[in-house]
């Protein structure tokens, strides 16, 4: 497709369980960002992929946030032990130059 | 630690009004700064980019200023109409080279027809 993409669109879980968040960037696109945004707020930064590495997590809250980008295209997100305060709006957004371009997002709800 | 601050939160005006947003933002070092519109269940859709070199950036009824020294900037929007209706986020570009961007918590805006 032309632009990013995220799947699922929403995900409800449990309190405790596992999710993985898909993102499916532009092609080409070489950068690679994940960010939160809880309601009323506006996006912050989790991560960021060169290329299939993570050049900089230092936005992931605690350890039970990881992201992968293992061939440099698609990135997941994966959330252990899920928690009520990770219900969240996930976006990715991709950069192939100097300019970011969003994704749909992925709803969280943490039951 | 660079903070953007968003004022209103919201703001409802009827149709045909011209209206401003406001953004500041603590740390003067920026790259860029850049005005986002979200819709409801939607991404974020670019409205505008300014480099911290230029004063200010025009597209169609949009208008976004930039003061860096003083850590501001404005979006204007002329005639406003009942489709300019969304949530409205102005963002900073760190001087790192990770491009990573911090956010304000947005303007929503109704415009009432």
């Known amino acids: 497709g032309a632009g990013v993409s995220q799947t699922p669109s929403n995900k409800v879980t449990e309190k405790g369980k596992y999710v993985e968040l898909r993102c499916d960037p532009i092609?080409?696109?070489?950068?690679l960002y994940w960010y939160r945004q809880s309601l009323g707020q506006g996006p912050e930064f989790l991560i960021y992929?060169?290329?299939?590495?993570?050049?900089?997590d230092s936005g992931l809250p605690n350890d039970r946030f990881f992201a992968v980008r293992p061939e440099g295209s698609v990135s997941t997100l994966k959330i252990q032990r899920t928690e009520r305060g990770d219900s969240a709006v996930y976006l990715c957004?991709?950069?192939?130059?100097?300019?970011?371009?969003f994704g749909p997002g992925t709803r969280l709800t943490v039951l | 630690k660079q903070e953007v601050t968003q004022i209103p939160a919201a703001l409802s005006v009827p149709e045909g009004e011209n209206l401003v947003l406001n953004c500041s933002f603590t740390?003067?070092?920026?790259?860029?700064l850049q005005w986002f519109r979200q819709d409801p269940g939607k991404g974020l859709t670019s409205l505008l980019l300014?480099?911290?070199?230029?004063r200010e950036q025009t597209s169609g009824r949009l208008n976004a200023s930039l003061d860096k020294s003083s850590g501001r900037s404005t979006l204007y929007i002329a005639a406003s109409q009942p489709g300019d209706s969304a949530t409205y986020l102005c963002?900073?570009?760190?001087?790192?080279?990770?491009?990573?961007?911090?956010f304000g918590s947005g303007t929503r805006l109704l415009v009432r027809p």
């Open positions: 963002a900073v570009r760190l001087m790192d080279s990770s491009y990573k961007l911090i």
């Open positions: 300014i480099q911290s070199s230029q």
């Open positions: 092609s080409g696109h070489t950068a």
């Open positions: 957004a991709s950069r192939g130059g100097s300019e970011q371009f």
């Open positions: 992929f060169q290329g299939t590495g993570a050049a900089d």
């Open positions: 740390d003067s070092a920026i790259y860029n």
